[in-house]
C-alpha cells in the first residue's frame, strides 16, 4: 500500500488553556494519520472556536517481501 496525503480541516473550542488546544489538535491528528504540517488558520470569536488546516500521510510503505524485484514466487 502506497503513502496519500490529505488535507484536513478541523473546528476546535477554545475553553482551555493554549497547551491544551496543542495536545487536542495533535491528538486529532494523529487518529487521521501522521501529521507534516498543521496550522490554525482561523478563529470564529462568536462560536469560540479556532480553525485548524492539517496535511497528514495515511497509509503504509510497502515491506521489503513485497518489493519490487523480489524473487518470490508461488506454484499452483
Known amino acids: 500500500m502506497a503513502l496519500a496525503t490529505q488535507f484536513i480541516i478541523l473546528e476546535f473550542g ?3 488553556g493554549q497547551g491544551d488546544l496543542v495536545s487536542a489538535i495533535e491528538a486529532a491528528l494523529a487518529e487521521r ?5 498543521w ?6 470569536t462568536a462560536t469560540q472556536t479556532a480553525i485548524v488546516e492539517a496535511v ?4 503504509a510503505a510497502p515491506s521489503t517481501a513485497n518489493a519490487a524485484g523480489s524473487n518470490a514466487t508461488s506454484s499452483p
Open 56 to 59: 497528514v500521510t495515511t497509509g
Open 33 to 37: 494519520g501522521e501529521p507534516l504540517r
Open 14 to 16: 477554545l475553553g482551555h
Open 39 to 44: 496550522a490554525i488558520t482561523g478563529v470564529n
